[in-house]
């Protein structure tokens, strides 16, 4: 994508890190037609729609960012997050998408931690705890285990985690 599309792209992607998303949209409505389907096109509109709380559409986007690009662990996440949050959604489908994504990217450091919030919010506390383990053992295991203290999805484990409710 050349200027000026790519200007505007880039004033979404600013627009919406100042938490503005009707400038954001607006920037990307700028944009060629013929590059709406782009997927770093439709990467910020599913953020628009993620921050705006339109969970559907949201869910939408980024399923279509997963039959574009199947090898985008980030458009599995948030295809997951999406659908814990959208109409008739719920942790056992976002759940489902990550053991599924998990398959292909193995090594995916937020897959496995998001793993582990969702089996926490299940209940499986054993399973949760090992894909919690599982994160550490990927990478960063300090910051991991530190947002892991924080994190209300893994308030069961805090106490094992060495956070204070």
Request: glycine letters at 10%; aromatic letters at 6%.
């Amino acid at each position: 994508m050349e200027p000026p599309d790519s200007h505007h792209l880039s004033a979404a992607v600013g627009w919406l890190g100042l938490g503005d998303v009707a400038e954001a949209g607006a920037e990307l409505e700028k944009i060629a037609a013929r590059f709406g389907s782009h997927p770093d096109v439709l990467g910020v509109r599913h953020d628009i729609q993620a921050q705006a709380g339109n969970w559907d559409a949201a869910a939408e986007i980024a399923g279509t960012l997963t039959r574009l690009e199947p090898l985008e662990p980030g458009a599995w996440i948030s295809l997951a997050y999406a659908t814990r949050r959208k109409t008739g959604g719920g942790i056992p489908q976002a759940r489902a998408i990550l053991i599924q994504a998990q398959r292909t990217f193995p090594k995916e450091t937020i897959i496995a931690y998001n793993l582990a919030c969702y089996d926490c919010q299940l209940g499986d506390l054993d399973a949760a705890k090992a894909w919690l383990d599982k994160a550490c053992a990927l990478g960063a295991a300090g910051k991991i285990k530190q947002m892991a203290r924080l994190d209300p999805d893994l308030k069961p484990l805090w106490p094992e985690l060495g956070a204070s409710p």
